[in-house]
């Protein structure tokens, strides 16, 4: 699903969400990984604020960061945005200590932005509905 319906992902839904497979490059002014757009649209100009990992079923929050999308990128293209299921390589500037220094843990990570301003999505019983 994508667009204005998309499937349930995770106890943050509807927020943004970003699955991290690779943390590429981790800077002082930024980060550059790889991983898929669990709940989106992912767009440039777009602010994750808090750091999940997986503990087995459950995602746990592990920190707050503010890491706005500086680029995307699918199959060495650059996109405005993703949606839920895409895969694509993001360029994140910000503070990344809070996420690469989680990242050499080997855990698996999500980046979840802020939640969506009420009433932009609704959870219709099968899946979340934009109007």
């Given at each position: 699903m994508a667009?204005?319906?998309q499937?349930?992902?995770t106890i943050y839904d509807p927020a943004i969400q970003f699955s991290v497979h690779e943390i590429e490059l981790a800077a002082p002014d930024g980060i550059t990984l790889t991983g898929r757009c669990w709940?989106?649209?992912v767009s440039t100009g777009a602010v994750f604020t808090r750091v999940a990992a997986q503990d087995g079923e459950v995602w746990t929050p592990r920190s707050d960061?503010?890491?706005q999308v500086e680029s995307i990128q699918v199959f060495d293209r650059?996109?405005?945005s993703i949606d839920q299921t895409w895969?694509?390589?993001l360029r994140l500037v910000g503070?990344?200590?809070s996420i690469s220094v989680i990242g050499t843990q080997q855990e698996r990570l999500l980046l979840v932005g802020d939640d969506p301003t009420p009433g932009s999505w609704a959870w219709n019983g099968n899946l979340w509905v934009a109007p």
């Open positions: 667009g204005n319906r499937t349930r992902s709940f989106g649209p960061c503010r890491l650059n996109v405005e895969s694509a390589r503070d990344a200590a």
